[in-house]
């Protein structure tokens, strides 16, 4: 699977290479997947550990600071 921090998110999302963000519920916490023109990629910290993020509003702001104003969000495995 493809990773990205937040610059790569950031340039590929103005080079138009994403088509869709999902924050995904895993355990307590919620990751940042990507949908790309070339596969789905995982946000990651710069140890290239997933980002998770225990609260979701963090993380909508994150991606908000990306150019992002819409997202998924699937809780099915969020506990």
Known sequence: ???LNLEQLKAATLAGGV???TL???GAAFVVSV???RGEAIMV???QQ???FADPRNAL????STGWQEFRIDTLQWR
């Open 1 to 3: 699977m493809q990773t």
């Open 24 to 26: 995904r519920g895993d």
């Open 19 to 21: 088509t869709g963000i």
């Open 50 to 52: 997933p980002r998770r």
């Open 35 to 37: 949908q790309t023109q």
């Open 61 to 64: 702001q994150v991606l908000r």
């Open 45 to 47: 910290t710069s140890r």
